[in-house]
């Protein structure tokens, strides 16, 4: 919809106030005159003339019956009247005995001849100007009609709705009508209302959204770490009611109590780095961070892990000058969680190749298995919390579903990405980038 601005709309308001009235006016005189002259031209003024010398050079025919309808064709032409009075006031001739004097614009002017009054002329001008006058007036108020109909119309209707539309979002109702309008500034916080809305509406639904997922989290937590808390307590309980009566038996409850305890010491830090990175506002400690040092720690932590399968953890390549800025401790703990995975779901005797080398203005690291790699439903869901692919169902593997996530969120917290997708060669790809620095 076309717009207007405001100081725009105020001219021309004024302008139609002031020509209005004008064009009424003109109209009228139109109407009247069969010319949109508003004075007398040369001819007018030249027959004026010689109307007054025919009065003037003709006292003695005042009376003439003849004389007089000479008289009154030359005034019929002019559109004009005449009254001619004695020296005594007592009408001699008048032309039109029904013209309301009101209404007229009169010249008087007295015939003396031999300094003797011979009588007094009074010539009425048909063209009045009080019709023109009233004309003009009607016109103005045409003028402000229409004004006050535009300005309610475009301007008050819609400040009202919006008055109204901003109490209905203050008490909590975002299903609200928008007035539009045409004038432009109007129009502007019309959109600003709307995106306001929309804004709040996305919030609303994002507020809903993660109280959906806390409650979730909070479920799922609740039954992760019920089962490991059920069989650590179970092979407690026969530990100490000595179920366990061989040194060999009680070494196996003892594993298991380890075991178990490791899992929920697993769990809870990954749920205490999720709720971080997801629910509060953490500030980065960033710091110049060589990214390849970070995948080696990475790499040690995880050795131990790889070497009860019998997996090889091999550094395919690792670039110079990849160096970042960033919180040394999140991007470990991100790259401990890719490790991980890729351990976990890599069979036994299996490899795990990284890479890290400078793209551009980009820092690209890598991590690929010898695994099964994702499933098509797998590759959309992977970064979802609490998520588990049909191939990481079994919780003795030590995963809660929470890795990829954490990942994921730390990497855009340091304005990069990550991405999930299957080798050409099998096995699971991910590829994540950060911004380089200098």
Known sequence: MKTIRIRKFTILSLFLILTLPWVFY??????????????????????????IRLIETNTDKWTDPAWQEQLSRQLEKMNMDVSILSDSNQEIFRTDSEREPSFTRAEHFSIIQDDQVLGRVAMYQANSKVTQMLAAFVGLLSAFFIVGYAIRRYILIPLE?????????????????????????IAEVHDGFKVMVDGLNESFQKQVELEDERRFVI???????????????????????????????????LAVCKEKS??????????????????????????????????QKSIDSLTPSARKKHISIIVDHFGEDCVIMGDSHLLERAMSNLLDNAVRHTPCYGKVFVQCFKDGNKVIFTVQDTGEGFSSKDLHRVFEPLYRGEASRNRST?????????????MRRHGGDLVVDNHSDGGALLRGWIPSHG
Do not use: W
Request: proline share 3%.
């Open 26 to 51: 003109v109209a009228a005189h139109f109407m009247e005159t069969k010319t949109v002259r508003l004075g007398m031209d040369d001819s007018q003024k030249g027959n004026l003339e010689a109307t």
């Open 161 to 185: 709705k919006t008055s109204q539309c901003a109490r209905q979002i203050a008490e909590g109702d975002l299903d609200v009508q928008l007035p539009s309008s045409r004038i432009t500034e």
């Open 219 to 253: 479920a799922a937590v609740a039954h992760d770490l019920r089962t490991p808390l059920f069989a650590l307590r179970g092979y407690l309980d026969g530990l100490e009611k000595g179920i366990a009566n061989s040194p060999d038996k009680m070494a196996k409850y």
């Open 262 to 295: 490791a899992q929920l010491d697993r769990l809870v830090e990954e749920l205490f780095t999720f709720t971080k990175t997801e629910y509060l506002d953490v500030e980065l400690k960033e710091n110049t961070v060589d990214l390849p040092l970070v995948l």
């Open 398 to 410: 030590g995963g809660v579903g929470l890795g990829l996530t954490i990942s994921k969120k730390i």
